[in-house]
């Protein structure tokens, strides 16, 4: 049973950062590709990075130069550094995984398991 617990969200001035945190268990960290998403209150859910078991990345426009998508596989852990934090950054956080592409990407419906969410509010 794959588990997906998001922590490390908060409530933060604009310019600050924060470090979120995703604890997987359940299954191989084998072949699996990770990524962040978020959903901003009263919009839709959005990519914003994801990483694959051998670290190639990729990134939202928004994220870009701000965000740092990050794992430990001993740990079985993702991270997502956000440094230079804007109001518009507000968003429940959630990770998720998949094993069945062969590449990074940001698209939700391509990933099968989610965690619960971490709220991140920039004020």
């Known amino acids: 049973h794959v588990q997906l617990v998001e922590s490390g969200g908060g409530s933060v001035q604009a310019g600050g950062s924060l470090r979120l945190s995703c604890a997987i268990s359940?299954?191989?960290?084998?072949?699996?590709?990770l990524a962040w998403f978020r959903q901003p209150p009263g919009k839709e859910r959005e990519g914003v990075a994801s990483?694959?078991?051998?670290?190639?990345?990729i990134y939202a426009n928004s994220a870009k130069g701000r965000f740092t998508i990050s794992k430990d596989s001993a740990k079985n852990t993702l991270y997502l550094q956000m440094s230079s934090l804007k109001p518009e950054d507000t968003a429940m956080y959630y990770c998720?995984?998949?094993?069945?592409?062969?590449?990074?990407?940001?698209?939700?419906?391509?990933?099968?398991?989610w965690g619960q969410g971490t709220q991140v509010t920039v004020s």
């Open positions: 998720a995984v998949t094993w069945r592409l062969a590449a990074p990407t940001l698209t939700g419906e391509s990933y099968d398991y």
């Open positions: 990483i694959e078991r051998y670290g190639a990345t």
């Open positions: 359940g299954r191989s960290n084998e072949n699996y590709f």
